[in-house]
């Protein structure tokens, strides 16, 4: 069975600081790999995915992220967070083959001024 | 172009009684799928419809069903209202064919009481 695991329940970061939300996935099969955004009473946003290609993956906000297909892992990085970016975050894949979300637990990020 | 909507916003309910939440996908969109965000427990996948058929059913027992209607809108009917159902349950949709981009709608948070 495939599963998502997202180790930081939270991660306290101070504003302009780099961050790092870990995300290690376990599958018998390929997956394709996500990552989404929830601000408060919001629903889900997608900050950036990785299909096929190169595995560094760029997305919005300046949000980036490595696939390390060795580790099965598929961190997301941030050099310089803001405020706003408060939020909780959620690594997800797909197995391939499916088409259904296995999503994270989630990480709740707090910027601190 | 709007984005899903998700109808209510909120619903209160008590144990025993029917819940019915509604979602309207982006339009062209003809996939809708059904997750429920229950504290503690993640994201999980409920159900996927497409063209009118169930493709896809998650690990949710029968009293959780649905349907999609011809203008590709969707019913999540969950009968039987335990208090663990309480949850932010969040709909998204897709293109044909495009289930790794799905868009989600902002949520409607069943409390059970």
């Known amino acids: 069975a495939q599963s998502v695991t997202q180790l930081d329940s939270q991660v306290p970061v101070f504003e302009e600081a780099p961050v790092e939300l870990r995300c290690n996935y376990s599958?018998?099969?390929?997956?394709?790999l996500f990552w989404y955004v929830q601000y408060p009473n919001q629903g889900l946003q997608l900050l950036l995915k990785y299909l096929s290609g190169s595995t560094l993956v760029k997305g919005i906000n300046g949000f980036e992220a490595e696939f390390n297909k060795s580790q099965t892992s598929f961190h997301l990085r941030k050099p310089s967070v803001h405020i706003s970016d408060t939020a909780e975050y959620f690594c997800a894949v797909i197995p391939s083959g499916t088409y259904k979300y296995i999503f994270g637990t989630g990480t709740r990020l707090k910027v601190l001024a | 172009e709007a984005g899903v909507t998700q109808s209510p916003t909120h619903l209160i309910k008590t144990r025993g009684q029917q819940a019915t939440l509604r979602c309207s996908p982006i339009?062209?969109?003809?996939?809708v799928y059904w997750y429920q965000q229950a504290l503690g427990l993640g994201l999980q996948f409920l159900l996927w419809?497409?063209?009118?058929?169930?493709?896809n059913r998650g690990n949710f027992p029968p009293r959780f069903s649905g349907r999609q209607f011809p203008n590709y809108s969707s019913e999540l009917n969950v009968n039987a209202l335990e208090l663990e159902d309480s949850a932010l349950y969040l709909c998204a949709s897709s293109l044909p064919g495009l289930a790794l981009e799905q868009y989600f709608g902002p949520g409607t948070r069943l409390t059970v009481t």
């Open positions: 339009s062209g969109h003809t996939s």
């Open positions: 419809y497409d063209e009118g058929e169930e493709r």
């Open positions: 599958s018998s099969v390929s997956v394709y």
